[in-house]
């Protein structure tokens, strides 16, 4: 389908190469997509535990998650600007996706991509804590 729809991109120049590309692309897409739903699955059920241990912890909780918001959001200041500011919109400002990329003129990708590159920096630099 993707071929077809492609068709008014063709330049007569190496049909096979370029049937062969698309199909390479959208097979490197799947897999990505694969990868970033079972990532959004592993996260969901984390969240899942993490209320339920939430709700059964003392009074002392809130106070612990503003510490932990202030610390990270101390920590950014670290971030390059571009990770910074898409961490800052999904995670504190609870934008989707989409509200992002509408708001900084990019494609939904691009936003996906920023987000996973971010998390990716955190775990380099603030190594394996619950960021």
């Known amino acids: 389908m993707q071929i077809y729809l492609s068709l008014p991109n063709y330049r007569s120049e190496g049909l096979k190469t370029w049937m062969t590309r698309i199909a390479v692309n959208k097979a490197i897409d799947f897999k990505r997509r694969q990868k970033r739903q079972r990532e959004e699955l592993t996260e969901s059920i984390e969240g899942i535990y993490a209320s339920d241990a939430l709700a059964a912890e003392s009074a002392e909780t809130p106070v612990m998650e503003r510490e932990q918001k202030s610390q990270v959001r101390r920590r950014m200041r670290e971030m390059p600007g571009n990770y910074r500011g898409v961490i800052e919109a999904y995670y504190f400002e609870e934008k989707s996706y989409q509200q992002i990329a509408d708001e900084q003129g990019v494609a939904l990708k691009s936003v996906e ?10 775990r380099k630099h603030w190594g394996e804590e619950p960021w």
């Open 113 to 122: 991509s920023k987000l996973y590159r971010a998390k990716q920096w955190m």
